[in-house]
T-cell receptor, first 114, second 113 residues
Framework: EAEVAQSPRYKITEKSQAVAFWCDPI?????LYWYRQILGQGPELLVQ????????DSQLPKDRFSAERLKGVDSTLKIQPAELGDSAMYLC????????????FGQGTRLTVV | AQKITQTQPGMFVQEKEAVTLDCTYD???????LFWYKQPSSGEMIFLIY??????QNATEGRYSLNFQKARKSANLVISASQLGDSAMYFC??????????FGAGTRLFVKA
């Protein structure tokens, strides 16, 4: 069964360092999402792509976070420099196209900033 | 403001019994969608059920049903015949503006043997 692939599964980094996460959505899914989930809370949308275009990045802290999906397939989320408060689960999801379609999630990358 | 509220941080249910997880939402949109996702301890989010705002019948998917009360802006999830494997976090989510999904804070369900 097709699934959303994310790597790494776990990442520990020191504050002020750079860190990057990778996501490969399900083949054919035009919409890709990056969510941040702080322990004990629901996922918060950071950025949403439609093909290679950003359609929503209103909650992305643009001074330190960046995201790209150059060929409209896989995507990279980068944090530079990382801060202690960035410790969270970073979830990638994809869907065929909104509306009315469920998003399929990857297993996430758990980031710990020390 | 667009918002999803889940007021139950945790719920206990006896195995084989039914349980209702509450969800209320706030939106000024006329067209929207409501989802429920399950998140086991392993971390992945699993889609359970979807209800469109114009759907007249409540959605059902196997043991899951969505009790949609539009006037009250509620979209409660009902799990029938609970199983031990149902123990997980459950998130209610809303699709707004045709493309953006927002999530509630979640409810942790514990199924007792």
């Amino acid at each position: 069964e097709a699934e959303v692939a994310q790597s790494p599964r776990y990442k520990i980094t020191e504050k002020s360092q750079a860190v990057a996460f990778w996501c490969d959505p399900i083949s054919g899914h035009a919409t890709l999402y990056w969510y941040r989930q702080i322990l004990g809370q629901g996922p918060e949308l950071l950025v949403q792509f439609q093909d290679e275009s950003v359609v929503d990045d209103s909650q992305l802290p643009k001074d330190r976070f960046s995201a790209e999906r150059l060929k409209g397939v896989d995507s990279t989320l980068k944090i530079q420099p990382a801060e202690l408060g960035d410790s969270a689960m970073y979830l990638c999801a994809s869907s065929l196209e909104p509306p009315n379609t469920e998003a399929f999630f990857g297993q996430g990358t758990r980031l710990t900033v020390v | 403001a667009q918002k999803i509220t889940q007021t139950q941080p945790g719920m206990f249910v006896q195995e084989k019994e039914a349980v209702t997880l509450d969800c209320t939402y706030d939106t000024s949109d006329q067209s929207y969608g409501l989802f429920w996702y399950k998140q086991p301890s392993s971390g992945e989010m699993i889609f359970l059920i979807y209800q469109g705002s114009y759907d007249e019948q409540n959605a059902t998917e196997g043991r899951y049903s969505l009790n949609f009360q539009k006037a009250r802006k509620s979209a409660n999830l009902v799990i029938s015949a609970s199983q031990l494997g149902d123990s997980a976090m459950y998130f209610c989510a809303m699709l707004i503006g045709g493309f953006k999904t927002i999530f509630g804070a979640g409810t942790r369900l514990f199924v007792k043997a």
